[in-house]
């Protein structure tokens, strides 16, 4: 049988291996996660010796009956995993809502630069001080305006009615909501709830509470 290797980088801070290994989990494909610790001298070396891709995390690694595979860049990883999980759920079965998910999926992937930028993923961390940066307040209006645009047609719990992509690209966002003391309006209390509730979810946390390394956010 055919089995993946996944490397991310450091589950506290690594926004981009959350979403990979989310994506992993949810289509049920057999794996094994390995985490090269970010940003030391000898990082970029680590991920060089893994696969030939290029220098940076996630990547996922298949060998086996089916041939060799190298996958980089959480997106394409996603939709690997759907097309070998067809019938996992990481999109919408209705075309249309497949569209929209795809959408929500793309801005993310391609978007918010700012909240990016000064609100780092840090789930062990608490930080004041930083809703006022440059473009955080537009970036998250806009994440709050996508969150309720999909709830309001599906009914919740999640974007799409059940735990997805597109829930699942959101997810380090709703931790650096709560690791800033960003306030969510009520209206999207419970989805953000639901997602930091989520199984796959706890269990990324749980691992960052136990990693042993830092990264000082400036």
Same mark, same amino acid.
């Given at each position: 049988?055919?089995?993946?290797?996944?490397?991310?980088?450091?589950?506290?801070?690594?926004?981009?291996?959350?979403?990979g290994w989310l994506a992993m989990r949810?289509?049920?494909?057999?794996?094994?996660?390995?985490?090269?610790?970010?940003?030391?001298?000898?990082t970029a070396g680590k991920m060089v010796a893994?696969?030939?891709?290029? #220098? &940076? +995390?996630?990547? !996922?690694? %298949?060998?086996?009956? $089916?041939?060799?595979?190298?996958?980089?860049?959480?997106?394409?990883?996603?939709?690997?995993a759907a097309e070998r999980s067809p019938d996992a759920g990481l999109w919408p079965a209705d075309p249309d809502r497949r569209a929209e998910a795809r959408s929500v999926v793309a801005e993310m992937h391609s978007g918010f630069t700012a909240l990016r930028t000064h609100m780092p993923m840090?789930?062990?961390e608490r930080i004041d001080g930083r809703r006022d940066r440059p473009g955080v307040a537009d970036?998250? #209006? &806009? +994440?709050?305006? !996508?969150? %309720?645009?999909?709830? $309001?047609?599906?009914?919740g719990p999640f974007l799409f009615g059940e735990w997805s992509a597109a829930d699942i690209f959101f997810a380090p966002v709703t931790t650096r909501l709560r690791t800033y003391?960003?306030?969510?309006?009520?209206?999207?209390?419970?989805?953000?709830?639901?997602?930091?509730a989520h199984p796959h979810?706890?269990?990324?946390?749980?691992?960052?509470?136990?990693?042993?390394?830092?990264?000082?956010i400036e």
């Amino acid at each position: 049988m055919d089995r993946y290797r996944l490397l991310i980088g450091n589950r506290n801070h690594s926004s981009w291996s959350l979403r990979g290994w989310l994506a992993m989990r949810l289509s049920g494909l057999p794996f094994e996660a390995e985490v090269v610790p970010l940003f030391r001298d000898d990082t970029a070396g680590k991920m060089v010796a893994f696969s030939d891709a290029p #220098a &940076r +995390v996630p990547v !996922l690694r %298949r060998n086996g009956p $089916a041939g060799d595979l190298v996958v980089w860049d959480s997106l394409a990883i996603l939709e690997h995993a759907a097309e070998r999980s067809p019938d996992a759920g990481l999109w919408p079965a209705d075309p249309d809502r497949r569209a929209e998910a795809r959408s929500v999926v793309a801005e993310m992937h391609s978007g918010f630069t700012a909240l990016r930028t000064h609100m780092p993923m840090a789930i062990r961390e608490r930080i004041d001080g930083r809703r006022d940066r440059p473009g955080v307040a537009d970036d998250v #209006a &806009r +994440v709050f305006a !996508l969150w %309720r645009r999909c709830l $309001a047609r599906s009914g919740g719990p999640f974007l799409f009615g059940e735990w997805s992509a597109a829930d699942i690209f959101f997810a380090p966002v709703t931790t650096r909501l709560r690791t800033y003391g960003v306030p969510v309006p009520d209206d999207l209390a419970a989805y953000t709830e639901a997602v930091l509730a989520h199984p796959h979810v706890r269990e990324w946390e749980a691992e960052a509470v136990r990693e042993p390394w830092t990264v000082e956010i400036e």
